[in-house]
């Protein structure tokens, strides 16, 4: 198999098509945000995701294959998001993607966007070297729906290691940010205003630090973020805020990077990786570099456009499931939440 597979991704507020070669090379990657059409009411609204889907899956599949110089006809086969995800933004893409098949001949395979992520770290550029990662490595998966741990033995094989209780890590900065009226997405926000800001002002508590389980909790640090307003009232003044944002992401920091640096040495695994939009994050980017540093576990980090949701991931995991073979036809549904899967194959 040597021809480039299409991604398409309609899973939450990005609508994105992407044209990924079988060794990871990145031939075109468009993603259409809808942060614009988000961010006055403080968060997703499932019904407006839809319709920008609806607006803009056409152009962004169009534009994928213009910018990468390749026709459908010679494209390997396409790969969409099944889920997990919101069901009506689900509902653009797979279909969106079933027309596409049915009119080509192309093979389709249903993707979990998990894997998507999972994957992200081999992606490159055409003028990158290509990422040798290494199995058996072990990925924390951080984003706005989901915050988990997972060994990662194969292209296809994993295993949940551990996961969030509550919120996911992205979703405690997004709410954080509602909170201190910072707007929408909260991540990239505190992210910036914690780099001009003092992490150790207010001591928040680190979640389930001293617990021996690979898990995590981050509502309760929310709560503690809003009595801390309660108490002393919004931060005044710029440095004010930004102390306050560099205290809260420390504590959600510490406990990504120091469960994932205990699940590396439980797992014996020296290789971890970080994916989700949360990677992004320069304190945890940081922050994991030397933890891992310290003993000796190799730290992979996807670029910071494939952390965030896009369709390359999508279409990378899809030429590990194309590439045996696979076809999904016409008849797979959509699904909302992750299967439930300790150990598993994607
Ligand atoms: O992976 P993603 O794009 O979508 C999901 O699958 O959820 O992740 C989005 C989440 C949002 O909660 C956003 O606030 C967070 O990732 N995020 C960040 C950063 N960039 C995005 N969180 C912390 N620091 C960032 N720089
Ligand atoms: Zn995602």
Redesign the pocket.
């Known amino acids: 198999m040597t021809a480039p597979v299409l991604g398409i991704e309609t ?2 507020d ?1 609508t994105a098509a992407a044209l990924v070669s079988q060794d990871g090379t990145v031939l075109s990657s468009v993603v259409a945000s809808q942060v614009k059409e988000h961010a006055p009411y403080g968060g997703i609204v499932p019904e407006l995701a839809s319709r920008a889907h609806m607006k803009n899956v056409r152009w962004v599949v169009e534009a994928a294959l213009r910018e990468a110089d390749v026709r459908l006809v010679d494209v390997e086969g396409i790969a969409v998001t099944q889920g997990p ?1 919101l069901m009506g933004a689900l509902l653009v893409g797979l279909p969106f993607a079933k027309g596409v098949a049915l009119a080509s001949g192309l093979p389709l395979v249903g993707v979990n ?1 998990l894997h998507g ?1 999972l994957l992200s770290p081999f992606l490159r550029q055409r003028h990158e070297e290509p990422v040798d990662v290494g199995f058996p490595f072990v990925a924390l998966l ?5 915050t988990a741990l997972y060994r990662v033995s194969s292209w296809r094989d994993v295993e949940l290691l551990g996961q969030t209780r509550d919120d ?4 405690a ?2 709410k954080a ?1 509602k909170l201190l009226g910072l707007g929408y ?4 926000v ?2 910036r205003l914690a780099a001009q800001g003092d992490p150790s002002a207010v001591a928040f508590p680190v979640p389930i630090a001293s617990k021996k389980q690979i898990e995590f909790s981050f509502s309760g640090l929310k709560t503690a973020l809003a009595y801390h307003v309660r108490r002393n009232g919004p931060p005044e003044g710029d440095q004010a805020m930004a102390d306050l944002c560099a205290s809260f992401q420390r504590s959600v920091v510490e406990s990504l990077a120091r469960k994932a640096v205990q699940a590396c040495a439980l797992q014996d695994t020296p290789r971890l990786v970080l994916v ?3 990677a ?3 304190g ?1 980017r940081a922050r994991a570099q030397e933890l891992c540093s310290k003993v000796g576990v190799d730290l992979v980090v996807p670029s910071l456009r494939y ?3 896009n369709a390359a991931m999508i279409a990378f995991a899809g030429v590990h499931r194309l590439a045996q073979g696979e076809n999904d036809g016409l008849d797979f549904e959509a699904y909302s939440r992750d299967p439930d899967r300790r150990r598993g194959k994607f």
């Open positions: 899973s939450c990005e995800g966007h992520h951080a984003s706005g729906g989901h996911a890590a992205g979703e900065f997004d940010a997405p909260g991540g990239p505190i992210d989700g939009g949360v992004a994050n320069r945890l952390c965030t949701d």
